[in-house]
Each structure stands twice: as C-alpha cells, then as structure tokens.
C-alpha cells in the first residue's frame, strides 16, 4: 500500500497556512514550522480538520539546529518526506538605501535567503530517500520582475537571489527526480505587510504611471492566500512532473503593467 505523501511548510500564516490546508485537502500529512507556537498550532488545527494527520514544530529558518530538529522530528513521526514548501518570510525594512543600517540588510538576507538555503539542504537526503519530491520556494514579483517598489532593496535582492538558487537547485536534484519551482506572488491579501518597517522615503521615488488598479486581471482586488495555496498544490503533485526550475508569477498580470 502507497505511504500517505508527507509535507513541510516554514510558516504557520497567511499563504502557508493556506497552502497547509490546501494540501491536507488532497491527502497529505502537514508538518508547519514557525516561531510562534500560536500560530503553527492553529494551522495545524486546520489540517487535522480536514481528516491529515498534522504536526506542530517550532523553529527560526535562519537557524541551522532549528531546521535540522524540524526534519528529525519529521523523520520520527512519518519516515519520509515528499514535498517542501520552503515560505518563510519578512518584507523587513523599506527605505532609502543611506537609511537602511547592515542589520536591517542582515536580518532579511538571514530570513528570506539563508532560511530558504538551510529548509532546502536539510531536506535532500530525506527527499532522496522517498525516491524524489517537490521543492516550491516563494520568491515574489519584486526582484523578479517588478522593480518600482523604490525603497524595498534587501528585500528584492533576497527574492532575486531565491530566483536564482531555486533554478540551481532544479538541475543539480534533476537526477535524483526532485523538481524545484519557485512562485512569485504580486498583491496577495496577508499579515506580511503588518510587519513591513516602512520609512518615509519620497526622495527614494521615481513617479509610476499607471491605470487605477494594480491588478489589471482583478480590476485592482488583491489575490489571495488560496489562489497561491492552489498553485502550490499543483506543483507538490504529480500533475506537474515535467515542471522544474520554473519561476510561476502569480499576480494577475501586476508586474507586467507596474514592473
């Protein structure tokens, strides 16, 4: 008999815990990891109503030990592990670049960046050991393909440079049939911009003409949490067994009209 397919999700919000339910849905054991236990457990919660089995982990993805016990833990409990979602994230501080210090810079590359590289090499041998998998990373329009969002340097750099590493790590695990996708959402409904440090940066500002509505494909209504949930599952499952190394943006046409 078929092992249930087993899942990891750095994030317990927003477009994490959208994608945990999405793919408890379609019959996979969620494992979540975020700094607040609060939050995981909730997702968690979600999971488990959807009739999966759930487990609750608590980490920081800079942190190489966190991440290390996250997988230890994910081993003991279903011996093997089919899909990763590598989501965690801040937007950090956004300012004009004289005004961004080298903590502020650090403290985005050490979460967006360095966080995605440890869930990513952490979980190889475990994805070797099932015999191949999914990797999806979240990047985002900006760094990608949008670049008018003045101010939001460190930022965009970490999502360019997932980008980059995601399309790496698609020909370097071909082989051992482990695909890596990377989704780049644009104006997506969730908590990230509560924890964006926005300085008053007009000077940082060149003017951007454009139709009322960032969203051209929405008429201006922002995506949400579920639109991107759905797109994860798609590349997690077999459907996409030939998709690798593919950035997905995910933005009803935003960055083509703003980039």
């Known amino acids: ?89 801040i937007n950090g501080k956004w300012a004009p670049i004289e005004d961004i210090d080298l903590d502020d810079w650090q403290s985005v590359i050490d979460i967006n960046l360095t966080g995605t590289f440890i869930t990513v090499k952490h979980a190889v041998p475990m994805l070797k050991r099932s015999g191949g998998g999914s990797i999806i990373i979240t990047s985002s329009v900006n760094g990608t393909r949008m670049f008018s969002n003045s101010g939001a340097s460190p930022y965009a750099s970490t999502k360019a440079a997932q980008l980059a590493f995601g399309k790496m790590m698609a020909l370097e695990l ?43 494909l929405t008429h201006g ?16 499952g077999d459907e996409a067994r030939l998709i690798t190394g593919t950035p997905v943006w995910i933005d009803g046409a935003q960055s083509l009209l703003v980039g």
């Not at 209504?221 to 997690?236: N, Y």
């Open 1 to 89: 008999m078929k092992s249930t397919p087993v899942a990891f999700i750095t994030g317990a919000t927003g477009i994490a815990r959208a994608a945990a339910v999405e793919l408890a849905r379609r019959g996979y054991h969620v494992a979540a990891m975020a700094r607040t236990r609060e939050d995981v457990e909730e997702t968690i919660r979600l999971v488990e109503a959807e009739g999966s089995e759930g487990l609750v982990i608590t980490g920081d993805v800079s942190k190489n030990a966190d991440v290390q016990e996250a997988y230890r833990q994910i081993d003991q409990r279903w011996n093997r592990l089919d899909v990763v979602f590598a989501n965690a994230g």
């Open 174 to 216: 071909a082989p051992d049939r482990i695909r890596v996708n990377v989704i780049c959402p644009g104006m997506i409904d969730t908590e990230i911009e509560e924890t964006t440090d926005r300085d008053t940066f007009d000077e940082a500002q060149y003017p951007v003409e454009y139709p009322d509505g960032k969203l051209p």
């Open 221 to 236: 209504r922002p995506g949400t949490s579920e639109d991107v949930a759905k797109l994860v599952a798609f590349l997690a």
